[in-house]
């Protein structure tokens, strides 16, 4: 039987049972040879270091150290970076792709909760039950029987912003519903769109025809702020807002203030800043749901991300191409 290659945690320690609990550590640990009670939270230490000169394959996520020259310099045997989350771009460089180390993320599976917890608050605004819980703890009671004017997701219109691996995901998740979708985002064509079963349409367009615009685009210079004081004023009375992607891609000023006016709604899973200051309006807000960056990867969702870094251990220790490789110049442009 080959040896296994040196492998080593990068991350924050307390993720690592959460993201390989015990049978998918085994089975991790069966492709490499790695140590679960050491994690490197930096690349400092001697048994760190000592481990790192031996390391072919760095499994990291949330709270990894740089990658920058000086740390790759200690890693001379270092080929292939795991990640155990979505982007890659907060704690790797350049230097990575000059030295032909190959990147993977789990960033498709961290996909699938945004997705879900999109798609549910679609179908709840569709239905206004946060407002409408918030009457009920307020009057205690309702007229049992009463028809709702103006609320429904029969036909209700829905403008994805951004066709990332969220806004596929949940293209693909709202598909057997009865609701109209369509799509904004400067770097799809008709023909692709075509493919995903919506209409592409301009920005400004999906957002004067939507009952519901969720944003999923990445943030980067050009889309900060991508929805402003004008953006906002295109969306027709009583539509919402969600945003699962970034809190940057929203001047919260401009927002803050069509929410005060009750003209509009909005769910927000991000924020800028992230976590809003305790005294920020939107905290209060009836017409405003901020929820504390939950959409991704949770509780027992973590360990989807594990399996994805098992999965690409077992590629490369069978001499296959990583399935979920980065792109480094389609990185450069997203987040």
């Keep these: 039987m080959p ?5 080593l945690f990068a991350m924050t320690a307390q993720n690592v049972p959460h993201l390989f609990p015990p049978e998918l550590l085994a089975r991790l640990r069966a492709h490499v040879d790695v140590d679960p009670a050491l994690v490197a939270h930096d690349f400092t230490g001697p048994r760190v270091r000592e481990t790192l000169a031996r390391t072919e394959i760095l499994i990291t996520g949330w709270g990894c150290p740089r990658l920058d020259a000086a740390a790759l310099d ?13 982007s890659v771009k ?22 699938v909760p945004v997705a879900e917890y999109t798609l549910a608050m679609i179908l709840l605004a569709g239905k206004d039950v946060l407002a409408a819980r918030d009457r009920l703890r307020t009057r205690r009671g309702f007229p049992y029987g009463d028809l709702v004017p103006g609320i429904g997701n029969h036909g209700r219109r829905v403008g994805v912003v951004g066709a990332s691996r969220v806004g596929r995901r949940l293209i693909e998740l709202l598909r057997p519903h009865d609701l109209r979708v369509s799509l904004a985002d400067p770097y799809v064509d008709q023909a692709e769109a075509a493919r995903l079963g919506v209409p592409l349409l301009p920005l400004d367009e999906l957002l004067r025809t939507s009952d519901i615009v969720t944003l999923h685009a990445p943030a980067t210079p050009e889309t900060r ?9 295109l969306m027709p009375d009583g539509s919402v807002l969600i945003n699962t992607a970034r809190g940057t891609l929203v001047d919260h000023g401009a927002l803050t203030g069509e929410l005060r006016t009750g ?5 927000l ?11 920020s309006p939107l905290f209060d807000l009836p017409n405003a749901v901020v929820t504390p960056h ?5 509780g027992n969702e973590l360990a989807r991300l594990g399996r994805t870094v098992v999965e690409e251990a077992a590629r490369l220790s069978a001499g296959d191409g990583l399935l979920h490789a980065v792109d ?4 450069e442009r997203t987040a």
Excluded: M
């Design 294 to 298: 939950v959409a991704g990867s949770q």
């Design 263 to 267: 003209r509009l709604s909005a769910v």
């Design 225 to 233: 702020h991508l929805i402003g004081a004008r953006e906002l004023a």
């Design 3 to 7: 040896e296994r290659p040196q492998a």
């Design 269 to 279: 899973d991000v924020t800028d800043p992230e976590p809003l200051p305790a005294d």
């Design 74 to 86: 200690a890693a001379p045997k270092l080929r292939a970076v795991l990640h155990a989350a979505g």
């Design 90 to 111: 907060g704690f790797t460089t350049p230097e990575v792709w000059r030295r032909g180390i190959v990147v993977s993320s789990a960033a498709t599976a961290n996909a």
């Design 328 to 331: 480094h110049a389609e990185l």
